[in-house]
Each structure stands twice: as C-alpha cells, then as structure tokens.
C-alpha cells in the first residue's frame, strides 16, 4: 500500500509562484509513474503533469510555467508551479501507480494511489 500526502498550497498573488510536494511512502517509490491533477470547484478533475515510462508530460494550459521532479531517495515528488493564473485556482492532488509506466497518463483512472489533496488559490 501506498501512502501519498501533499502540501505546499496556500494564496498567491497572480504572477506568483508556489511549490506542491508530495510525500509518498514505499521503497519502490522511484519506479512509480506518478501524476498531478487539479480539480477546481464545479468542474471535473483534470490532468496537470506526469512521468510516465521515464518521460514528462505536461497540460498545455500549464506547459512553460509548472514543472516536475522527484527526489527517489526522500521519496518526494515535487510540482513547481510558475507565473500562476486566477485559473490555476483549484484542489490539487498527486496521484502514483506502481506501474513505471501508464498508458493514459493524463487520465485519473491510471492511478491506484492518490493523496488527499492540497488547495492552492490564485488572487487577481
């Protein structure tokens, strides 16, 4: 089993910056795909970024602005968001699947392992 806790949301002015981290339990934490998704009120989840079967991938709305990366031996994934937008404005959830790779990496239902997410708000 494993565990997935974020953190790092709060308020941000727009053209701030935040960093999400998710702390994920497990020793085979490294070889996981792991993903971000973002779910704002009244609207479905969707996808933010991932790795994925060794690459990156990223949603065009935040391509440029977030990226991603993952510390294997503190087992942290981390999503550094840049630039950030009124639309950023949501609930902000890690999700991991042991898999190394998914297949449809942009779709919630790929990952077994999810956090409880985190809120990040985005002022105008």
């Known amino acids: 089993q494993v565990q997935l806790v974020e953190s790092g949301g709060g308020l941000v002015q727009t053209g701030g910056s935040l960093r999400l981290s998710c702390a994920a339990s497990?020793?085979?934490?490294?070889?996981?795909?792991m993903g971000w998704f973002r779910q704002a009120p009244g609207k479905e989840r969707e996808f933010v970024a991932a790795w994925s079967g060794g690459s990156t991938y990223f949603a065009d709305s935040v391509k440029g602005r977030f990226t991603i990366s993952r510390d294997n031996v503190a087992n942290t994934a981390l999503l550094q968001m840049n630039s950030l937008k009124p639309e950023d404005t949501a609930v902000y959830y890690c999700?991991?699947?042991?898999?190394?790779?998914?297949?449809?990496?942009?779709?919630?239902?790929?990952?077994?392992?999810w956090g409880q997410g985190t809120q990040v708000t985005v002022s105008s």
């Open positions: 999700a991991a699947d042991s898999r190394s790779g998914v297949r449809f990496f942009d779709r919630a239902s790929e990952y077994a392992y």
């Open positions: 497990g020793r085979t934490f490294r070889r996981y795909a």
